[in-house]
């Protein structure tokens, strides 16, 4: 069985973390550098950075604070915001990312993927596709944060960009966002069938249940979230355990044990759980060592 990553997606507005509510609302979480480390300790396997700021006011994504989160992420980081010009994914991947994230000037110039792949490689570019229910049927691509429809199906422009060169798919259920009732699966397979280069999805996971139920049922190749990672304590690492029990292998990065807890769905141990003994090393992060 293939080995799934675990993501978080973390979103930037004004400086700061937030936690984000249909796309339209946005309560402050953290500043970013705290985000990472506490995403990094706790065995994340991967971290989305968004600046939704920077698409509004003609800039990108700050190298300055790439590089400030990098020095704390031992992780594969892909940032976005703003990102419309080769300039800008150079200078985020000097600063310490891996990836770009491009998302609405795909439909303002869809050569700048082709462009991009050829000086960057596949694998550094990622496409963010935010996605809803239209009003005609069926799902509908917005682009300026889910401002402005499309008219394009997701299916559809996931493979276009596949086709012209992208690496991976991030798709955002926009009508789940904040929602914690799971992720769109129906969205989910219609764009995933489509391609075969990995597809991450986010939207709606309010429970380590949600995330396992998208490894079992649908053809995903990571899994996202953003709020439920704020504010549930230990969650990455109670939810590898809770996915890991239903059969859904992860990769383990720090040498966290919780075998020997019954987590519940909420990613919290349930209280017949055997406490650690005070002697064991509960944290020990051995990425990044030489």
């Not at 995903?220 to 890991?244: C, L, M, P, R, Y």
Request: aromatic content about 6%; charged content about 25%.
């Amino acid at each position: 069985m293939p080995i799934r990553r675990v993501v978080a997606s973390l979103i930037l507005k004004d400086g700061w973390i937030v936690q984000s509510l249909g796309f339209e609302r946005y309560l402050p979480v953290s500043r970013a550098e705290v985000a990472v480390d506490y995403l990094n300790r706790w065995d994340i396997d991967e971290i989305v950075l968004l600046d939704i700021s920077a698409r509004g006011n003609g800039t990108h994504i700050s190298g300055d604070l790439v590089e400030r989160v990098s020095t704390k992420c031992f992780v594969p980081l892909a940032v976005g915001g703003g990102i419309k010009d080769i300039n800008a994914i150079a200078e985020v991947i000097r600063r310490g990312a891996e990836k770009a994230v491009i998302n609405t000037h795909v439909f303002d110039d869809p050569g700048f993927v082709e462009q991009a792949a050829d000086v960057f490689g596949s694998q550094c570019i990622v496409i963010s596709i935010d996605a809803k229910p239209g009003v005609s049927g069926g799902y509908e691509v917005f682009a300026d944060g889910g401002a402005r429809a499309t008219g394009r199906d997701p299916a559809d422009l996931a493979h276009e960009m596949q086709e012209r060169g992208a690496g991976e798919i991030f798709l955002n259920a926009i009508h789940r966002d904040g929602s914690k009732q799971g992720y769109d699966a129906e969205l989910i397979q219609r764009v995933a069938s489509r391609v075969h280069i990995p597809v991450i999805v986010c939207g709606g996971v309010g429970t380590s249940e949600h995330i396992a139920d998208g490894m079992k049922g649908t053809s995903a190749d990571a899994f996202a979230a953003g709020n439920f990672f704020h504010f549930t304590e230990h969650s990455v690492t109670h939810t590898k355990a809770f996915i890991g029990a239903h059969g859904s292998p992860t990769r383990h990065g720090v040498d966290i044990n919780y075998d020997h807890v019954d987590a519940d769905q909420m990613a919290r141990p349930r209280k017949n759980a055997r406490p650690f003994r005070q002697d064991e090393d509960l944290l020990t992060d051995t990425r990044g060592a030489e």
